[in-house]
Every structure is written in structure tokens, then in C-alpha cells.
């Protein structure tokens, strides 16, 4: 596996002689370079290539912000990280859009160096070739929105409670009527209706929440599609049909009240990698579109056969840029290959792949209506006889949506 290239870019010195210090043990599989300014940084990257850059907020002449907008325009396939400690509000907004990541200073060490790690990984030998080039493609990934940096930032406070969740929530018009559409479906049988963003936050739990208000940003900085089989609302509404039937089934099948949350989770963000193909390349993926409509092939296989990677591979890269959690990032990358994870036992991962089968064939004149179930996923989880209860259950569960 090639060395990973990664540049830290940092006003101050001594900050920069603490990471190098730090990440001493990292030269094995690092090859790093450290640089004490904007231009500087540039110039660096004109003479090498990097995978990442981790860059201060606040700094004299070109600050983190305007250093990552050229590094987006210049080399838009680049991890960027920001390291930042004392960065006012509208620095701060300024690189929501421009950032796959932001750390606070002062930060854990091993949390710096799992984050490093992990985008190398993704950005590294592991990945496809093909990947990177259509990710490199690619103007502009979707940033991590504001809101979801907002509530993760609340959440890492030991009292943070529902009510001051609910509050962040409510600052978005948008995803607080999203959210509340949700909780009070009849998908979660309460026997009242929830009116306000606190009372949901309690009723959906943390990481449903999270995942809404990620899901509702990245479609909010999508541009429409141009597709004539596919449309925004069309994904939308596959993936929270998805995220409620893998919830259904998850609960169906005895598992514990964090796999359910977990399957919920990853119905909801299963075909992010859609979004990201269709948004940046409407014409190639109509094409993708008018295969699967007209040949009744699978949407990877017609993917592959006209990118070739598919939306599961794209997707998987984009969250694992985000740093979710990998049980997710197992559900992005093998919902339409449940087999690759073998466990020998009822998984989230199962859950999410029969749903989206279940969900679409429910949609057989859409894209999402070619995929068949992984019998021998099923069979070695021993619930491959479960099928026609869960289609059951899915649809009754459509059907008061």
C-alpha cells in the first residue's frame, strides 16, 4: 500500500513541532510535511501531491477558510480537515462549506489520528481506482451542514438535554417540519401528536435525529436533478421509506433498540451515493436511469457499467470522509451485498438490504425497483423464511405512512 501524503498547515510553531511530535510514530505509513501559512501551503501542494490537509482556522494573510476554497478548486479530490481553536462564528460558517471535517483545539490525539486514518483508508489503496476518479471529478462533495456540526458540537457537552437539542433543531424551518412530519406518523403509534422539536428529539432519540438533519443538508446543498426518471423528492422519499421498513423489520426480528436505531440510520443514508452521481452527473446517470427502467437490471450493475463504480462505493467514501460511525459505512457500502457480511445472524445490514428490495419492489417503474434479496445472506442469518412476513409488515407500514 502507497504512503499516505498529508500536510498540516499552522501558524504556530510550536503547535506544528507538538504534531509532529505526535504523530512521530505515524512516519511508517506517513509521509507528512508541515507548513506555517496559507501561501506557503500552496505552494507546497503545487510541487507535491497530498491525500489530506489539516489546516489552522485563524491565521495572518490567507486564513484556514479561504486556504480551503482554493484547495477545493485546485485539487478537489483532497481531504480537508480543520484544526482550529479560536476561530469566530463566521470563520467557522465560512469553512462548513469548504471542510469534510472540523476539529476543536484542544484536541485528543488519538482522536486527531483516527480521523487521519480513516480518510487515508478511504482515500487510499482501499478505494477503487475508479472511485477516486469520479469523486475527483466531482467539482464539489457535499460539506458536513452546519446544523448536524451544531448538534454534534451539543452533544459532546455532558448535560446537553433534549430541550437545548430541540432548540438547535428549531432554528431550521425546514428540517424542524421534516421532523415533526416524522414523529407524528403513524409509523411510531404514539397516541399524541408531538408539536415541537424538543418533544421530538425525546420520541426519535439522538442519532435519528442526527441522521435527519444530515440527510435534510446534504440534500438542501444538492443541486436539482436534471434526470427524467429521478428526481430529488423520488430519493427522498425511497430513502425514509427504506430507513422506516429496515426499522420495522429490525424490531420484527428481536433486535435491541440500538440495531433498530442503527438500521433506521442506515435506511436513511443508504443511497446518499445516488445523490452525489445523479447531482454531478445528470446526463451519464439519466443513462444509468433509462438502463435500469428499460433493461430491468440493477442500479450497481447499470452504474458500474457506465461510471464504473456504483452508488453504494460513492457513498461509503463520502460518509467515511464525514467520520460516521463504521457500522454505518457498512450499511452504505454493502446494502446491495449483505453477503460480504457474514455473521451468521440477523444484522441491521439485513434489515437495510431487505428493505430496499421490499420498498422497491413497491416502485417496480422506478430505479429502485431491480433489486432482489441476497438468499444466501438470508439463509446463513436464518431468516430467509422471515421474507414474506417482513413484505407484510413493510407495506402495512406504507400504507399508514
Known amino acids: 500500500m502507497p504512503r499516505q501524503q498529508i500536510l498540516f498547515v499552522d501558524d504556530e510553531p510550536m503547535l ?41 482556522m485563524r491565521m495572518p494573510g490567507m486564513n484556514g477558510a479561504d486556504l480551503l476554497k482554493e484547495v477545493m478548486r485546485r485539487h478537489p479530490a483532497m481531504v ?3 484544526l482550529s481553536g479560536h476561530a469566530d462564528e463566521s470563520l467557522v460558517s465560512q469553512c462548513v462549506g469548504v471542510a469534510h471535517q472540523y476539529i476543536s483545539k484542544p484536541c485528543d490525539p488519538e482522536q ?14 482501499l478505494v477503487d481506482e475508479e472511485v477516486r476518479k469520479v469523486i475527483g471529478a466531482i467539482d464539489r462533495l457535499p460539506s458536513v451542514p452546519s446544523l448536524y456540526l451544531e448538534l454534534k458540537a451539543a452533544l459532546s457537552m455532558e448535560d446537553v438535554d433534549a430541550h437545548e437539542l430541540g432548540s438547535i433543531i428549531g432554528k431550521d424551518i425546514g428540517m424542524t417540519a421534516k421532523i415533526l412530519k416524522l414523529v407524528n406518523s403513524s409509523f411510531f403509534g404514539l397516541r399524541r401528536v408531538v408539536s415541537s422539536p424538543h418533544e421530538a428529539v425525546t420520541y426519535l432519540g439522538i442519532d435519528t ?4 438533519v444530515l440527510t435534510n443538508g446534504i440534500f438542501e446543498q444538492s443541486k436539482p436533478f436534471k434526470t427524467r426518471l429521478l428526481t430529488l423528492p423520488d430519493l427522498w422519499h ?10 420495522t423489520i429490525a424490531q420484527a426480528e428481536g433486535l435491541d433498540l440500538a440495531h433498530m436505531e442503527e438500521a433506521f440510520v442506515g435506511g436513511v443514508l443508504h443511497d446518499v451515493g445516488v445523490l452525489i452521481l445523479a447531482s454531478n452527473f445528470p446526463d451519464l446517470y439519466d443513462q ?35 467520520g460516521l460511525p463504521a457500522p454505518i459505512l457498512n450499511i452504505v457500502s454493502l446494502h446491495h451485498r449483505a453477503r460480504v457480511q457474514d455473521e451468521g445472524r440477523m444484522t441491521p445490514l439485513i434489515s437495510v438490504h431487505a428493505a430496499d428490495v421490499i420498498c422497491g419492489g413497491h416502485e417496480q417503474d422506478s430505479v429502485f425497483g431491480t433489486g432482489r434479496l441476497d438468499q444466501m ?13 417482513w413484505a407484510g409488515l413493510v407495506a402495512q407500514g406504507e400504507d399508514h405512512a
Open 16 to 56: 506544528l513541532q507538538g504534531l509532529q511530535r505526535m504523530l512521530r510514530p505515524y512516519r511508517s505509513e506517513w509521509d507528512m510535511a508541515f507548513v506555517d501559512g496559507g501561501e506557503q501551503a500552496l505552494a507546497k501542494l503545487a510541487e507535491h501531491t497530498f491525500d489530506v490537509i489539516v489546516t489552522d
Open 80 to 82: 480537508r480537515i480543520v
Open 112 to 125: 486527531l489520528k483516527a480521523l487521519i486514518q480513516n480518510a487515508c483508508v478511504l482515500s487510499g489503496a
Open 209 to 212: 435525529i442526527k441522521t435527519l
Open 238 to 247: 425511497h430513502s425514509m421509506t427504506v430507513a422506516a421498513g429496515a426499522k
Open 288 to 322: 444509468v436511469a433509462g438502463l435500469v427502467v428499460s433493461e430491468r437490471i440493477s442500479l450497481s450493475t447499470a452504474e458500474k457499467e457506465l461510471f464504473g463504480v456504483t452508488h453504494a462505493e460513492v457513498g461509503a467514501y463520502l460518509m467515511g470522509l464525514w
Open 377 to 389: 445472506a438470508l439463509e446463513r442469518a436464518g431468516v430467509w423464511e422471515r421474507r414474506d412476513v
